[in-house]
């Protein structure tokens, strides 16, 4: 064995090792031991008749040349390196591959597009590529069905005034097809690369190492099927200045950089470096400092729901998606998990938290079933810079990182749903578990439909305009269920304003108000239900401007702390009724108020002691006496603890009270 054979038997034990975990659910044969050294593997080449076709068959440092092709052809062999000359435009050239070697190349220059047909082969070359396509021309390369291959190149290339960009380089388009197996080690630098277009069609292609890219075009990437394992010391997919598009096949990367990234950031309005996924299942596994599964230095598209993408990413700062653009997911499941966190760039002077997705544009939800979890400290679930729309969908987010502090000033908390600009819900599930803060608007939230379930949060709906049309909302949180503020004040009218026209609300907060405006509240319709804490230094909501009702119910219990809390305001046109109650309503313990026919208004269960009630609702009526009940039993449906008429039954009286004017306030 001679020097460059004893090097690479040395350092490709490992690598076979290697192989074996990613190949043996992909291929239809297997290296069956990885201790052989590198001219032992079995290929499984099959008989195969193709016209016009130049045969390759390797054997050490003597391949057979076999050609049927009549004139334009010129094929030479220097120490087992085959090169190709093609001058033939006007017959298409099918060159067909197989056999071994341990010191081979192959590489091709042609005038016109080509074929490369590879029929069960291993190439290793110490010195440069494998495969070395010198040609700007197409070649398609079929992957022959049962077939193994592999190629193998060195961690140091011969110097060469020609490009040699890895293992298996193209100056042009490649297209991958066929129904074989192909794996690659690349220890010099990309495993697959291409200065054009890269299109995967089919087979099983497994890079078992690569010491850059696993596959690196320069254009653009599309995959319509076949199954890829790539493991890589930088990106699994890069495109320079071009697109990835995937809408078929499977593919899977180990990454430790981003997972797939298109990578331009010049000024040529005419190269649009996007994601889209209209199919196929992916998954990425990045880790590393900023890591992203997905980097798109344009918008992103998710739009098949037969697409399945599963993100898994670690490392500080590090992100699921990120865009530089739009974000629009239509249809498809989403996974992403993410455990990095926050750190603080002294360089930029600012903290940068992991997240989710990080989109740069207009965040757009349409439908498909979404789940985003970030255990990191000071982690996000999704951070948009502009608008967020949600029309549909089943989405869960999950943030359970503690604050990151950087310094007395500098620090962050884990969010769920953050946005500088307008966060718009019109449809669809959400269910958010948050540390911190549950959906945080810069600008305003909007909720016209759809259901909004917040199971643990800080603060829940937090934005200086929140306006509730329609849907189903429900917050728990430690301190505001809802939040509203434009300035960190808090004890002055800032200007901010929750509107409530419909919907369902039922909000508990069991350490702040569940109600909080630092401006005003307006309500014309829907149910709200308040559900407040025990402190006794709290309230169960709060405003400081106005809370003007017009419509719909309001219904609120809180604590011991009645000289201090607030009913509706004077410009409300619907009457409003504000029992106090020296001795508390237990957590559990019905309160009603009963007309005198026996019928309930309503029945209100507190989850925790109240002494206090505030109740509005246009069923209430100015002039007549209603006779206030604890205890009993109500036999109508439960929102929330509120059961809006119904039938009663049982329970003590508390006394009577006596509807007049806007606000009536009794103690009892």
Request: hydrophobic share 35%; aromatic share 6%; glycine share 14%.
């Amino acid at each position: 064995m001679n020097n460059k054979h004893l090097k690479l038997a040395v350092k490709l034990f490992s690598a076979l090792l290697l192989s074996l975990s990613f190949v043996a659910c992909n291929t239809t044969e297997d290296v069956t031991d990885a201790t052989v050294n590198v001219a032992d593997i079995e290929t499984y080449t099959k008989d195969t008749t193709i016209a016009n076709a130049v045969l390759i068959d390797y054997d050490g440092t003597t391949p057979t040349i076999t050609s049927n092709v009549a004139s334009g052809v010129d094929v030479s062999v220097t120490n087992g390196d085959v090169v190709v000359k093609s001058t033939n435009n006007s017959t298409p050239i099918s060159y067909v591959i197989s056999g071994q070697s341990t010191n081979a190349s192959l590489k091709i220059y042609s005038d016109a597009a080509f074929n490369l047909v590879l029929n069960g082969t291993s190439l290793v070359n110490s010195d440069g590529p494998a495969i070395n396509i010198q040609s700007s021309k197409k070649a398609t390369v079929t992957l022959v069905g049962g077939t193994m291959n592999r190629l193998i190149d060195g961690a140091n290339y011969t110097t060469s005034t020609e490009d040699q960009k890895g293992t298996f380089f193209s100056e042009g388009q490649l297209d991958i097809t066929g129904a074989g197996s192909i794996l690659i080690y690349a220890s010099y630098k990309h495993a697959i690369v291409s200065d054009g277009n890269i299109n995967i069609q089919g087979g099983t292609i497994s890079v078992t190492q690569a010491a850059s890219d696993a596959i690196h075009a320069y254009s653009n990437f599309q995959m319509t099927g076949g199954n890829l394992t790539l493991v890589s010391t930088e990106s699994g997919v890069e495109v320079e200045a071009g697109y990835v598009n995937i809408s078929g096949g499977a593919m899977g990367i180990t990454a430790s950089s981003d997972g797939i990234t298109t990578s331009y950031a010049g000024t040529d309005t005419s190269i649009l470096p996007y994601v889209q996924i209209s199919g196929g299942t992916l998954t990425v596994n990045a880790s590393g400092e900023k890591v992203k599964a997905i980097n798109s230095n344009s918008y992103l598209n998710m739009n098949s729901s037969t697409a399945t993408v599963a993100l898994y990413t670690s490392g500080n700062g590090c992100k699921g998606i990120k865009t530089s653009g739009d974000l629009t997911l239509t249809a498809g499941k989403l996974t992403i998990l993410t455990g990095g966190a926050s750190y603080y760039n002294t360089t930029d002077k600012a903290t940068v938290s992991s997240s989710g997705i990080s989109c740069g544009g207009n965040l757009a939800i349409q439908d498909g079933t979404i789940s985003i979890s970030n255990t990191g400290v000071g982690g996000k679930g999704i951070i948009v810079d502009g608008a967020s729309t949600v029309a549909g969908g089943t989405i869960t987010l999950t943030t359970s990182g503690s604050i990151y502090t950087y310094s007395t000033t500098e620090t962050t908390d884990a969010k769920a749903f953050v946005g500088t600009g307008s966060i718009a819900i019109n449809g669809g599930y959400l269910t958010i578990s948050s540390s911190n803060d549950a959906i945080k608007s810069a600008a305003s939230i909007m909720i016209n439909g759809g259901s909004v379930d917040i199971t643990t949060s800080v603060d829940g709906l937090s934005a200086p305009k929140v306006t509730i049309n329609a849907g189903y909302i429900s917050v728990i949180s430690t301190d505001d269920c809802i939040y509203t503020s434009t300035t960190t004040d808090g004890t002055s009218n800032d200007g901010s304003l929750l509107t409530i026209t419909g919907g369902t609300v039922i909000v508990s907060s069991s350490g702040g108000e569940c109600i909080d405006s630092n401006g005003s509240i307006a309500q014309s319709g829907g149910t709200v239900v308040v559900q407040g804490t025990t402190l006794s230094t709290t309230v169960a909501f709060d405003y400081n401007g106005t809370f003007n009702i017009t419509g719909g119910v309001f219904i609120a219990g809180g604590p011991n702390n009645t000289s201090v809390a607030k009913a509706t305001s004077a410009g409300s046109t619907q009457p409003t009724v504000f029992l106090k109650f020296t001795v508390g309503y237990a957590g559990g313990n019905p309160f009603s108020l009963i007309d005198a026919g026996g019928n309930p208004l309503f029945t209100f269960i507190p989850t925790r002691a109240a002494y206090y009630f505030v109740y509005s609702s246009p069923t209430l009526k100015n002039g007549t006496t209603y006779n206030v009940f604890s205890g009993g039993e109500n036999g109508g449906t439960n929102i929330g603890g509120y059961y809006n008429g119904g039938t009663f039954s049982g329970g003590i009286s508390r006394g009577t009270v006596t509807i007049s004017g806007q606000l009536t306030t009794a103690s009892l």
